[in-house]
């Protein structure tokens, strides 16, 4: 069965994760409010399926160009979000750009899957793509709502561990 782009691939999922910036935020809160790197990895990197179950955002097809348009935003507001620890240079700044990394980092794991889709190739779902699927069982685009207050409140506290 051919695949076509543009989401009619039937087989083609929506995105399935929460945005990176918030999975990023809530790493580097942890960084800077846990401190011992012993605790903070790995809280940073389990805080990864926690959020994944906390109802979020999706409306587009992963081999979409909203997508993209989307994973680039999201992108860019993890870099925003490195190079404001790197000049503000909070107490355990380093700790809290390794957890942000860390925090993330899971959904490197469904770059296989991105790419099967863009090269319209047929994907199958292995044990942790639908681990992963399972868990985000609240994927609409009202999730939105979550993902902006998330975004405010986590930045929000963030800032509080600037110029202490
Ligand atoms: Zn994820």
Not at 34 to 53: C, M, Q, R
Not at 80 to 109: E, G, H, K, T
């Amino acid at each position: 069965m051919p695949y076509r782009r543009g989401g009619s691939n039937p087989l083609s999922r929506t995105n399935l994760n929460m945005r990176a910036i918030n999975h990023s935020l809530t790493g580097a809160l942890i960084g800077l409010s846990v401190v011992n790197p012993l605790i903070a990895i790995p809280v940073a990197f389990f805080s990864h399926y926690l959020l994944d179950v906390i109802p979020h955002f999706s409306k587009e097809k992963i081999d979409s160009l909203e997508f993209d348009i989307f994973l680039i935003i999201d992108a860019l507001l993890c870099f925003i979000l490195v190079i404001f620890l790197i000049i503000n240079r909070p107490l355990n700044w380093q700790l809290a750009i390794a957890c942000a990394f860390i925090a993330a980092s899971p959904d490197f794991l469904s770059i296989n899957h991105y790419l099967k889709e863009k090269r319209n190739k047929p994907w199958k779902a292995g044990l942790y793509s639908r681990f992963a699927s399972k868990i985000q069982w609240f994927e609409k685009p009202i999730g939105i709502v979550v993902e902006i207050v998330w975004l405010l409140a986590f930045t929000f506290c963030i800032s509080f561990f600037i110029n202490r």
